[in-house]
């Protein structure tokens, strides 16, 4: 695997890559990789010639000064993991290459109503320091094909339009969510979890596979109102549980066979999303 710090060095290594016709693949991260990250790279590794993985923690896309300081950053145990997963190209920049002096954001706000809706709502701001790094980075990487996880729903739809608007030439994937044993969905932040915090937190997918089980006109309202009951009693603080449309993601207020549940909880220190596409079971 080759290691790049610096963008121009990384630009000319792409515009070579670029000669040779191939088809580039890129995965997006800020490190503290996981089985989840892995899977992405697998799956980029399968569609693409060259896969390119970086590991950039965002400074303007964290609404909290604390989550930033304290976001994991085990970069040796990262470039062991993507070596063993047969990435072949790492970015890892400083911030000062990325931003240099100017940290203006771009704004996020004519992306739809959505934009405004759940992490929106929660942290304001996060979006558009998203879109501002990952326009960037897609100007540098150049992709075919990019790589997102399915955890940060809303964030896939945000570079969805993203893609739309500015690189309609770049394929999106929406991979599918890596989860525990338990069902807890695999994030960066789950090392701040106690142990005990790890297992209660595996209630977050079980209630979301409740509202599944009752996916049905006449049982899904009651099972919602379960699940949001459940989640809203100690040890978690409930921010939000929606059924929503899978792409305006406005709460529904009647049964519609396509939708998405979401879910964002604090427990203890750790902030976790969730979400589960809800289609009819046979
Ligand atoms: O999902 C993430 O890890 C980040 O939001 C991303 C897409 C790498 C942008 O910093």
Aim: hydrophobic fraction near 40%; charged fraction near 20%; include cysteine.
């Amino acid at each position: 695997m080759i290691l790049f710090q610096s963008t121009s060095d990384l630009r000319s290594y792409i515009s070579e890559q670029k000669a040779k016709n191939l088809r580039i693949g890129f995965v997006p991260t800020m490190g503290a990789l996981h089985a989840g990250h892995l899977s992405l790279i697998k799956i980029a590794r399968q569609k693409c010639d060259l896969v390119v993985c970086s590991i950039f923690v965002n400074p303007t896309q964290f609404n909290v000064a604390s989550d930033l300081e304290t976001y994991p950053r085990p970069l040796s145990n990262d470039i062991r993991l993507l070596s063993e997963g047969f990435c072949d190209v790492l970015f890892n920049p400083s911030v000062d290459e990325v931003y240099g002096n100017d940290f203006t954001k771009d704004s996020s706000d004519d992306y739809g109503s959505f934009i405004h809706l759940l992490e929106g709502a929660s942290r304001p701001g996060h979006f558009d320091g998203v879109i501002t790094v990952v326009k960037k980075l897609f100007l540098l990487v150049q992709p075919d094909e990019v790589f997102f996880g399915q955890k940060d729903y809303q964030q896939c739809l945000v570079i969805q339009t993203l893609i739309e608007r500015n690189f309609p030439f770049i394929n999106f994937n929406l991979c599918p969510i890596a989860r525990e044993n338990n069902g807890l969905a695999m994030s960066s932040r789950n090392v701040r979890l106690s142990k005990e915090e790890f297992e209660l937190a595996s209630d977050l997918f079980k209630n979301l596979t409740h509202i599944l089980t009752n996916w049905k006109e006449n049982a899904w309202l009651d099972a919602l109102l379960e699940a949001r009951t459940f989640l809203s009693k100690k040890p978690f603080e409930l921010e939000y549980l929606e059924v929503c449309d899978q792409f305006t993601l406005e709460p529904l207020k009647a049964f519609k066979p396509n939708a998405i549940a979401l879910v964002a909880v604090q427990l203890g220190k750790t902030r976790l999303i969730d979400n589960l596409l809800l289609k009819p079971t046979l």
